[in-house]
């Protein structure tokens, strides 16, 4: 029974306008959301994380919005360039288990 | 480097042979976790070390898989009598604090059993 959910496997987007990528979670224990970008052939590079006392955390062109009731978070990029174009992982932890879970990735693709 | 670090990147094992991970977190990180990413899925989780000490192997998958890091820093992930269903990357993370939340991966070791 996954925990993370990342219900779209793929998104194509035009460069320049904005990306967004959705995430889903069940288990209301887990308190810290990160996000994950991987190239092919490459490890898992962090990107942006969340502690759920916030609801929004931007870092540059990347913003992170929670919204706990839904159990819902959201990895938002504007403007979209060609480089971003990867998996991007969505995972969660739970206070004191310090063990990430992860989704299953969603491919984006920015094109030209 | 700074970085996490895995060898060997690649292998290619036959079914039945055994196999040995190697994993050297970034330096001074207390907790070091290793992955199994399966294609087209997310990381699965596989055993957590907080400095030497193994608190959780939960998610080894059967008594053919071991993890040790007798010093506290450079891990082994052991894989006795390789299957088929072993081939994945196997990918190993570290962080700075035992509660640490963010974790910092390697690239990866590729597994493929023929």
């Known amino acids: 029974d996954q925990q993370v959910k990342q219900n779209s496997p793929s998104l194509s987007v035009q460069e320049g306008r904005i990306s967004i990528l959705n995430c889903d979670y069940t288990n209301s224990m887990f308190d810290y959301f990160l996000w994950y970008k991987k190239y092919p052939a490459e490890g898992p590079t962090f990107l942006i994380s969340?502690?759920?006392?916030?609801d929004k955390n931007e870092d540059g062109r990347f913003t992170v919005f929670l919204n706990k009731s839904a159990k819902h978070l959201s990895l938002h990029i504007v403007p979209s360039q060609p480089g971003d174009s990867a998996v991007y992982f969505c995972?969660?932890?739970?206070?004191?288990?310090?063990?990430?879970?992860f989704g299953r990735g969603t491919s984006l693709i920015v094109h030209p | 480097g700074a970085g996490v670090s895995q060898s060997p990147r690649y292998k290619v094992a036959k079914r039945g042979q055994d196999v040995a991970l190697r994993c050297d977190p970034i330096s001074g990180h207390v907790s070091l976790f290793w992955y199994q990413q399966a294609l087209g899925q997310g990381p699965e989780f596989l055993t957590y070390?907080?400095?030497?000490?193994?608190?959780?192997k939960s998610g080894l998958p059967s008594d053919r898989f071991f993890a040790e890091r007798p010093e506290g820093s450079v891990s082994t992930l052991k894989i006795q009598r390789t299957q088929q269903e072993d081939s994945a990357v196997y990918l190993c993370a570290s962080s700075l604090r035992a509660a640490g939340n963010t974790i910092y991966f390697g690239e990866g070791s590729w597994l493929t059993v023929v």
């Open positions: 070390f907080q400095n030497e000490a193994q608190l959780d």
């Open positions: 969340i502690s759920s006392i916030k």
């Open positions: 995972a969660a932890n739970q206070g004191g288990s310090y063990i990430p879970t």
